[in-house]
């Protein structure tokens, strides 16, 4: 066992002492700490360490809200009261993005609820008990978490409908749960490396940001926090608001699509997963929304339109392969809108597009919390050329 002071934060947001000269990442503690810590894993420069016992709290502490936090590996920020976790986040932010040279003052937004706004989720499936959880940190067990305090009530009537289900198929490890901000839910098995739909339980759920129904499957791409979703809208509608030509790179079952569509005149939306562009399809029909045209497959296989003035992406966590840079820096586009769930490929996306000449040079960023009690977090980058 360990005893260190926790000095100061590292991305994402883990507390940093050190010991006999290598830093010792902590998480779940704050600046001040003074803590025993166990390794959990040694390198030659640092150490992770799992928090053992806070012998002196740090003056900014809390009362931990959650019974099970030291177990569950669904939250990290916990121990910081909601002002303090935003703080904390927006550092963190402004630091990864320095470290890639981009400069930005962060305009940080706040979730309207700290808590009960999780309505997508990952439940993993305890193999002896069958009872499903979350994993445990940095663990392959569940932590079985019936009272969570990040679930929308509506996944915990989920929750106890999986459970009451007599005939589960004993393969299944996992299952994907959403629900509709109007409290309808869905859910999908996995089993082996697919989904199959659960007998009794819907696949889909209708879902309505304020632009038309959208069908959204639990097996596929789907936003987490209704009520950011809807800010997240709100701010690209101002940022597109005289759009005409647009390019939507990753557009899933067309969470941004259909608010896009009603503005711009002609919207194109690639999207990978062929049954979220056939879904982005019936969505765009289903409102009588004859602009928009979804293309399925790769984006890098893909060519851009050539009329083109805005370009809004949406990529995965592992952020844009360069050769789609380059589309987009080659497109006659002159404004990007880049929504990322990942500081450290934006950061690296921002510099790499800003590289070019004629590039696209950060204007405005702002970031939602789109996780609150996590270090996770959406951001909202405007580049112009
Ligand atoms: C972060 S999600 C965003 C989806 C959508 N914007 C939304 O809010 O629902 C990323 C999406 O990109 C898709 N995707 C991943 N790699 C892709 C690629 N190379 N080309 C096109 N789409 C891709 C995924 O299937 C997923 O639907």
């Given at each position: ?6 000095e ?6 883990n ?9 010792v ?16 894993k ?7 360490g ?9 003056s ?12 569950c590996?669904g939250?990290d ?23 890639a040279g ?10 309207p609820?700290?808590f ?11 193999r002896?008990s ?26 915990k ?7 009451a ?13 959403l629900?509709?901000?109007a ?6 098995a ?5 989904y199959?739909a659960?007998?009794g ?10 632009f038309g ?7 596929g ?18 940022n ?6 647009v390019?939507?790179l ?36 289903r409102?009588g929304?004859e602009?928009?045209r ?14 083109l003035d805005?370009?809004?992406?949406d ?8 050769v789609?840079i ?17 500081p450290?490929?934006l950061?690296?996306d921002?510099a ?8 696209f ?13 996590t270090?996770?977090?959406?951001v909202?980058?405007v580049?112009?050329?």
């Amino acid at each position: 066992m360990i005893s260190l002071l926790i000095e100061k934060y590292a991305p994402p947001g883990n507390g940093l002492g050190f010991y006999q000269d290598k830093a010792v990442f902590v998480p779940q503690t704050v600046v001040g700490d003074e803590v025993l810590v166990t390794v959990e894993k040694e390198k030659k420069r640092y150490i992770i360490g799992r928090l053992e016992e806070v012998v002196k709290p740090g003056s900014k502490r809390r009362q931990l809200p959650c019974s099970h936090y030291a177990e569950c590996g669904g939250c990290d920020l916990l121990q910081l009261s909601y002002s303090d976790q935003l703080e904390l986040k927006k550092e963190m932010l402004v630091q990864v993005l320095a470290g890639a040279g981009i400069q930005a003052a962060v305009n940080m937004v706040a979730a309207p609820s700290e808590f009960y706004y999780r309505h997508r989720v990952l439940f993993r499936r305890d193999r002896q008990s069958g009872e499903f959880g979350f994993l445990r940190r940095r663990s392959h067990q569940v932590a079985v978490v019936p009272d969570c305090l990040i679930l929308a009530q509506v996944m915990k009537s989920l929750l106890a409908k999986l459970t009451a289900l007599p005939m589960l198929p004993k393969k299944m490890t996992a299952c994907y749960g959403l629900a509709s901000a109007a409290g309808n839910f869905a859910a999908a098995a996995e089993i082996g490396r697919k989904y199959q739909a659960i007998p009794g339980i819907s696949e889909t759920v209708s879902e309505n940001y304020g632009f038309g129904d959208l069908e959204l499957a639990a097996s596929g791409f789907a936003q987490a926090n209704p009520a950011i979703t809807r800010l997240m809208i709100s701010e690209l509608m101002k940022n597109c608001v005289d759009a005409c030509e647009v390019a939507e790179l990753y557009g899933g079952s067309g969470t941004f699509s259909l608010p896009l569509a009603t503005i711009a005149g002609n919207l194109t939306v690639y999207e990978s997963d062929p049954a979220a562009a056939s879904r982005g399809r019936r969505n765009a029909a289903r409102n009588g929304l004859e602009n928009v045209r979804m293309v399925s497959g790769r984006v890098e296989k893909k060519s851009l339109p050539k009329a083109l003035d805005t370009l809004v992406v949406d990529p995965p966590r592992s952020g844009l392969q360069p050769v789609i840079i380059e589309k987009m820096v080659k497109s006659r586009a002159s404004r990007l809108i880049y929504i990322s769930c990942n500081p450290a490929t934006l950061a690296r996306d921002l510099a790499r597009l800003e590289a070019f000449d004629n590039g696209f040079v950060l204007d405005s960023l702002k970031a939602y919390d789109m996780y609150a009690g996590t270090t996770h977090l959406e951001v909202m980058a405007v580049l112009k050329r």
